[in-house]
């Protein structure tokens, strides 16, 4: 499991590999989340059922959403830009080690990573409670909102949800649907400053994922 958490990719610009070819890691900031309840969301936000969307504790705050990239070709050979991870930073301090997210499940395993699903190819960073309140409110409208208006904006997105002062930021999910794990960065003093969702398809060493 340590070999598999010092190949992330997530925030380390510079060579890397994807199915065993080198490729060039890029970090690029989307936009910021809002978060003033405190309950960060992450998932796939077009079909609203807030228990999809995995919620990770933080401060009530503002919190940078950041993807690492790399460039390839399509079967046809049009060039692709795909996103290797998206990240959340939590705070302004350097990683020590990567590993499971903390959680209060007495039956959860220490070596056992959380999985945000997704249908859309999209994953989202969002206000889970806020994201709550909206599906109890008009579970149609939200899904709407995701499925149709924002489904036309080209990604990455960064746009207030209905009605609210809270923002979704969103990019493509690697390449497309699936189950991706997520974890966490963490200081010296065991604090999480950060949360990666590795979408399964870049390292920084050649052997972690291969065609």
């Known amino acids: 499991m340590s070999e598999y958490f010092a190949a992330s990719p997530a925030l380390r610009p510079g060579p890397g590999y994807a199915a065993g070819r080198p490729v060039t890691l890029t970090v690029h900031r989307i936009g910021n989340v809002s978060v003033p309840s405190g309950a960060l969301g992450l998932g796939d936000p077009g079909y609203p059922a807030p228990d999809s969307l ?63 699903g997704v249908d859309g190819g999209v994953v989202a960073a969002i206000d889970w409670s806020a994201y709550a309140l909206l599906c109890e409110q008009d579970e149609e409208q939200l899904e709407s909102f995701f499925l149709d208006d924002m489904a036309s904006r080209p990604t990455p997105w960064n746009a207030p949800l209905p009605g609210r002062t809270e923002n979704v930021v969103a990019d493509q999910s690697g390449y497309g649907d699936g189950g991706y794990p997520a974890y966490g960065g963490f200081a010296d003093d065991g604090r999480l400053v950060a949360v990666h969702i590795d979408f399964s398809n870049a390292a920084l060493t050649p052997d972690r994922y291969r065609d």
């Open 54 to 116: 995995l919620k990770v504790p933080v401060d009530p705050g503002k919190y940078a959403v950041v993807v690492t990239r790399f460039d390839t070709a399509r079967n046809n050979g049009t060039p692709w830009t795909v996103n290797a991870t998206l990240s959340v930073v939590l705070a302004d301090l350097p990683e020590q080690r990567r590993g499971p997210l903390p959680t209060d499940d007495p039956s959860a395993k220490p070596s056992e990573m959380d999985v945000v």
